[in-house]
């Protein structure tokens, strides 16, 4: 979720599609180079926290800019 939050707030779209990209990209050279075979787990893990990461971001942002200011 931290990586979400992380690039959500760069506000470019580069930079989540970027981490979107490399996130997929790291679980697979982990796959590849190590001997023993690896689970596909803990990819999905990463990806579903990264889109909740960029979810909550997007509520937070939302949530602040309709509460009235006094």
Do not use: K, Q, W, Y
């Not at 992380?6 to 990209?25: C, E, K, N, Q």
């Not at 982990?30 to 690896?38: D, I, R």
């Amino acid at each position: 979720m931290a990586i979400g939050i992380a690039a959500g707030m760069t506000r470019s779209a580069f930079a989540i599609a970027l981490v979107a990209l490399l996130i997929p990209l790291i679980f697979v050279l982990a796959l590849v180079l190590p001997p023993e075979p690896a689970s596909l787990l803990p990819l999905a893990i990463a990806v579903i926290g990264f889109n909740i990461g960029l979810v909550d971001l997007l509520l937070v942002l939302f949530a602040c800019r309709r509460r009235p200011a006094h």
